[in-house]
């Protein structure tokens, strides 16, 4: 069982809709990440968490909205999506964020689809 | 700017066969991490290997090993005597100490299909 969850697992939401997604993770890890992976393209880092601070905000649109309360638990908030967000997005931790022994942690992710 | 290339998008060999994929890489920091990355059907990706750019020596772990060159910017991973369950997506990173450190890029990944 990864060390990293991710729920829901897939997700169908109209364009109108307010969903979250969550990210848990008990591995004692300071950073955590959102990474979006579309068919056809490289995975696209989206926001990085250092201790509960943003890091980074990958130039992101609003309608995305991280939320980290503490090191263990990541949220997505989506609303008013675009059907080209429908993506695999994937939560990832590490003990660190720069020099990241032990690279990622990847979670299953969330298959989401926009209608 | 960092960059990652996986030339080869898609690979077929049949069970036993030697494979190499192969990674390039692009950065102006002195200081960064290599790794690589699997990601079967199931669709969560594991972590294989971290290399720093200090360390140039080759690894092996098993039927896996890493070919690190800095003077040719790669960083290849063979799979010696192929299995079935080798058949994944591999994508190869790269993360800077300094100019973007906790942005990691991946590069656009190789399918490896491994046929019976």
């Known amino acids: 069982e990864t060390g990293v969850t991710q729920t829901p697992r897939h997700l169908v939401m109209g364009m109108t809709n307010k969903k979250s997604l969550k990210c848990e993770q008990h591995?004692?890890?300071?950073?955590m990440y959102w990474y979006k992976q579309s068919a056809k393209k490289p995975l696209e880092l989206m926001f990085v968490y250092n201790f509960k601070e943003q890091t980074e905000n990958n130039s992101v649109p609003s309608r995305f909205s991280p939320e980290c309360p503490n090191s263990s638990h990541l949220f997505l908030h989506l609303h008013t999506l675009q059907p080209e967000d429908s993506a695999l997005y994937l939560c990832a931790s590490s003990q660190d964020h720069s020099r990241l022994l032990g690279g990622y942690t990847f979670g299953s992710g969330t298959r989401l689809t926009v209608v | 700017a960092q960059k990652v290339t996986q030339a080869q998008t898609e690979i077929s060999v049949v069970e036993k066969e030697d494979v190499t994929l192969d990674c390039v890489y692009e950065t102006r920091d002195t200081t960064y991490y290599l790794f690589w990355y699997k990601q079967p059907p199931s669709g969560e990706l594991v972590f294989l290997i971290r290399r720093n750019s200090f360390d140039e020596q080759n690894e092996i772990s098993g039927r896996y090993s890493w070919n690190f060159q800095k003077s040719t910017s790669s960083f290849n991973f063979t799979i010696t005597a192929s299995q079935v369950v080798d058949s994944a997506v591999y994508f190869c990173?790269?993360?800077?100490?300094?100019?973007?450190?906790?942005?990691?890029?991946f590069g656009d990944g190789t399918t490896l299909t491994v046929k019976p």
């Open positions: 990173a790269l993360s800077e100490f300094n100019t973007n450190a906790g942005k990691s890029t």
């Open positions: 591995l004692g890890h300071n950073a």
